[in-house]
Every structure is written in structure tokens, then in C-alpha cells.
T-cell receptor, first 116, second 116 residues
Framework: AQKITQTQPGMFVQEKEAVTLDCTYDTSDPSYGLFWYKQPSSGEMIFLIYQGSYDQQNATEGRYSLNFQKARKSANLVISASQLGDSAMYFCAMREGNTGGFKTIFGAGTRLFVKA | GAVVSQHPSWVICKSGTSVKIECRSLDFQATTMFWYRQFPKQSLMLMATSNEGSKATYEQGVEKDKFLINHASLTLSTLTVTSAHPEDSSFYIC????????????FGDGTRLSIL
């Protein structure tokens, strides 16, 4: 069975500094996708970044980068130059299979607080 | 980009009422949609996979008679919470993706259900 683990319930970071949110996963499927989503207090799910299991390069999207360590089964999110608007809940998620028809499961989440 | 619309955003109703939540893919066809439930300060828990033209696939522990899912067209899935009780109060959110897309699921904005 697939599993996603986020061990940091809450994290604090100073504005303009970088922060790493941890995520480990477990799957026996060789084809999978890893995602990070941001959920502000309003509730909507905002897609941040995607890493496919066969991707050779670590994914980057603006200030977001994904540190993909396949052998360790980790997919940590790095947010550079934190902004006050980054304060939110962050979820790591995994989909076994390589298209949108496969279900996605979520980790417990990490609440990020950005301090001015 | 792909857009998923969820309606209603808020529902407040009396115990014993049945509540229907709609999830529509506005600019793509979705043979598969997903329904999640989220309690306050918790993660998204997958309830079921909605399959167009066939029965939904429910996750373990989810009562299929309580949460009725209908996916009658390629752009619409509905979740009906039957005979709702206060413990059914939660945030319900749907997602979908074009079948060939390998990146993110697209989420609706969610429905906050409060049963009095």
C-alpha cells in the first residue's frame, strides 16, 4: 500500500529565508508521481510542483524546488526567499501510475509560519 | 488551464437531510473524479473514486450507502450525503484531471458542510 509521511506538524521561517519541508513516501510501483500542494486558510488546494518517478532532474517552479532522493524515497520541498504569503498548510502527495486517472493520497501536512 | 467547479461552497442544514454536492470539469472531460474529505487541521482523506458510467470505488471504511456517488457524464460527478448527521460535518473537496495528463489533479474549491 502506498504511504506518505510528513513528520513536521509545524515549521517557522524568517521572511526572505529558505525553508525545507520534509516528505517521505513508500510505494512498490515503479511509476509514480509526487506533488506538493499549498492550502491557505480559505481551503482551496494550490498545486505547487510535480516530480515524476522517472524524471532525472529535480523539479523547479519559481521559488519552489523539489529535492528528489529516489533511493531514500524522499521528496522534500524547498521554498526559497520566503514571503509572508507563504504562510499556509503544505501537503505532500503521491499518485501511483502516470496519468490523471490514478488516485492521489496525501500526507498529514506541515503548517508553515513565515515571520516578519 | 483545466478548471474544476464545485457547488455549493457552503451548506448548513438540519440533521436527517440529504445533501448533494456537484463537481464539474469545465473545460475537459474526466472519466475519473475523486472525492476527498477533510476534517479541521487534518489532511485530505480519499473517500472514493468516481468512474463515469460505472460504480464508484470506495476506500476502506467509507460507507457507500451514506455517501452516494454518481458520475453520469464526462463532466459531472455528484456526491450525496444521505440522512446527514452532525458527524458528517466536514470539508468535502473533489478533484479531476484530463485522462492523458500526467501532472496535477485539479481541485474544486471545496464544500463546507455543517449539519445542525
Amino acid at each position: 500500500a502506498q504511504k506518505i509521511t510528513q513528520t513536521q506538524p509545524g515549521m517557522f521561517v524568517q521572511e526572505k529565508e529558505a525553508v525545507t519541508l520534509d516528505c517521505t513516501y513508500d510505494t512498490s510501483d515503479p511509476s509514480y508521481g509526487l506533488f506538493w500542494y499549498k492550502q491557505p486558510s480559505s481551503g482551496e488546494m494550490i498545486f505547487l510542483i510535480y516530480q515524476g518517478s522517472y524524471d532525472q532532474q529535480n523539479a523547479t517552479e519559481g521559488r519552489y524546488s523539489l529535492n528528489f532522493q529516489k533511493a531514500r524515497k524522499s521528496a522534500n520541498l524547498v521554498i526559497s526567499a520566503s514571503q509572508l504569503g507563504d504562510s499556509a498548510m503544505y501537503f505532500c502527495a503521491m499518485r501511483e501510475g502516470n496519468t490523471g486517472g490514478f488516485k492521489t493520497i496525501f500526507g498529514a501536512g506541515t503548517r508553515l509560519f513565515v515571520k516578519a | 488551464g483545466a478548471v474544476v467547479s464545485q457547488h455549493p461552497s457552503w451548506v448548513i442544514c438540519k440533521s436527517g437531510t440529504s445533501v448533494k454536492i456537484e463537481c464539474r470539469s469545465l473545460d475537459f472531460q474526466a472519466t475519473t473524479m475523486f472525492w476527498y474529505r477533510q476534517f479541521p487541521k487534518q489532511s485530505l482523506m480519499l473517500m472514493a473514486t468516481s468512474n463515469e458510467g460505472s460504480k464508484a470505488t470506495y476506500e476502506q471504511g467509507v460507507e457507500k450507502d451514506k455517501f452516494l456517488i454518481n458520475h453520469a457524464s464526462l463532466t459531472l460527478s455528484t456526491l450525496t450525503v444521505t440522512s446527514a448527521h452532525p458527524e458528517d460535518s466536514s470539508f468535502y473537496i473533489c478533484s479531476a484531471s484530463p485522462a492523458t495528463e500526467d501532472r496535477s489533479q485539479h481541485f474544486g474549491d471545496g464544500t463546507r458542510l455543517s449539519i445542525l
